[in-house]
């Protein structure tokens, strides 16, 4: 038996440019609620193209309650609602899986390619990983190779999938939106469901194609949080250095520890 693992965001969803966009119970909310769940239904229908029998989806943005569930085919499990572990956006996922996809994902914290940019929160200026800007897809692609599955494909902003491509040659990916400030310039929304569903028939029906995100031996993750009290507070995590009043530095080989410290520092 086949399965996939789909984590799903909105702030890469197709034609997104507002946080009121993103916020459940706002008036904005429900289109992009709703394009986004077009989205994975089109990934979970490209892994099914691909002769997946199984897709198992995390709902992966604030409330995680965003997703339509009777808008997705069957076959498909949705995971709602925040466990709590290390995980986090990648909940659920371990070894019986064949390969990752990420939907409506966006660049990280500091970059200018998503009027939405961040990195697992809005508290946090930048987050680097042994020097380089990270993004959440950064974070989990790691997560992905940490239990040792590849990311078939990825659909966001064009910035992240620029860095994806340099990352992961063979990953497919999908810009839905090319971010301009505080605007963005998007694909038609049902276009952007076509082009995902295809790119990950492809990438999951070719999955030799695809290689795993390279994952360092040493991690070095330096925060920079907008509010100096929050990071004050988080100095007090067991291993945290503070290097700045407004940067903290936590040094591990064990990537598991270091996401056990972003669940309770980020
Ligand atoms: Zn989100």
């Known amino acids: 038996m086949k399965k996939l693992y789909i984590s799903a965001d909105i702030e890469g969803t197709c034609g997104i440019a507002h946080w009121n966009e993103t916020e459940k119970g706002h008036a904005d909310w429900a289109y992009f609620a709703a394009q986004m769940t077009r989205e994975v239904a089109a990934a979970c229908e490209g892994a099914f193209d691909a002769g ?5 989806v995390k709902d ?14 069957r076959g ?5 609602g925040w466990a709590g572990e290390p995980f986090c956006m990648m909940a659920g996922l371990d070894k019986s899986f064949d390969g990752v996809v990420f939907t409506g994902y966006h660049d990280a914290a500091g970059r200018d390619s998503n009027p939405l940019s961040h990195t697992m929160t809005t508290s946090a200026f930048s987050v680097t990983v042994n020097g380089e800007v990270a993004s959440e897809l950064m974070i989990n692609s790691m997560i992905a190779a940490y239990v040792g599955l590849p990311v078939y494909a990825v659909s966001g902003d064009l910035g992240l ?27 038609h929304p049902q276009e952007a469901a076509s082009a995902i569903r295809e790119a ?24 920079c ?21 407004r940067t903290l530095a936590f040094e ?8 056990r410290m972003m669940q309770f520092c980020l």
């Not at 591990?252 to 996401?259: A, I, M, S």
């Open 52 to 56: 997946f029998d199984r897709v198992v």
């Open 60 to 73: 992966a943005h604030d409330s995680a309650r965003n997703l339509n569930p009777m808008d997705l085919p």
């Open 76 to 80: 498909v499990e949705l995971i709602r």
């Open 161 to 187: 999938c620029e860095w994806m491509r340099s990352k992961c040659p063979g990953t497919r990916t999908v810009a839905v939106n090319r971010g301009m400030g505080a605007a963005v310039q998007s694909m």
């Open 200 to 223: 990950v028939r492809l990438g999951a029906s070719q999955p030799g194609q695809t290689s795993l995100y390279p994952l360092p031996d040493r991690f070095d993750v330096r925060i």
């Open 225 to 245: 949080y907008r509010e100096h009290a929050k990071a004050k507070r988080n100095s007090y995590y067991p291993g945290m250095r503070m290097t700045e009043p």
């Open 252 to 259: 591990h080989t064990d990537f598991y520890e270091v996401l």
